[in-house]
């Protein structure tokens, strides 16, 4: 695994940064979200990666480590990544703008941080990889929000 603390500071001093580059109608290279609509469900999955959504597991149980291995690899998400928690149809935002977007976005990663700086030993349950500490947390989250800035040609 690369360095967690330099995935850590990607993800807490420069991911928004880069996603504030984008321009609004920013057309995607696959899948079907609009920038403002994948920084919301980025938004989304920080706050499960934090304890504050709660999510029960749905990859049965036997495939947890073959998910977990593949989460602890540096092998990326495939494009269209099939995610059975996503409507057919992306979500309507929930902003009005995509700075407010953004603003959200920045705040549930603070929260993030500061909840593994509280509570250090801290599992939270992703609905596809398990129960997972910060490491894995962080690994995740980097994993997914470079995925989603390759999506839209940052990466």
């Known amino acids: 695994m690369e360095n967690i603390q330099e995935k850590a500071n990607f993800l807490r001093s ?17 899948g079907k979200m609009n920038v403002q609509q994948m ?16 999510e029960k597991l749905i990859t049965p149980e036997e495939h947890v480590p073959k998910m977990q291995a593949f989460l602890s690899s540096e092998k990326p998400f495939r494009e269209n ?19 407010e977007a953004i603003d959200e976005l920045q705040s549930e ?7 593994f700086k509280n509570e250090p030993g801290k599992k939270v349950t992703n609905p596809f990889f398990g129960d997972l500490d910060y490491e894995m947390s962080v ?9 989603h800035l390759r999506q839209f040609g940052i990466v």
Do not use: C
């Open 14 to 30: 420069e991911y928004t940064k880069k996603l504030s580059a984008l321009q609004p109608d920013a057309q995607a290279l696959w």
């Open 39 to 54: 920084i919301e469900h980025m938004t989304d999955y920080v706050r499960i990666g934090s304890g504050r959504t709660l």
């Open 81 to 99: 990544t099939p995610n059975v928690l996503m409507p057919e149809t992306p979500a309507a935002v929930k902003h009005a703008a995509m700075k």
């Open 109 to 115: 990663l603070d929260h993030f941080f500061e909840v």
């Open 139 to 147: 690994q995740l989250l980097h994993k997914h929000a470079t995925h």
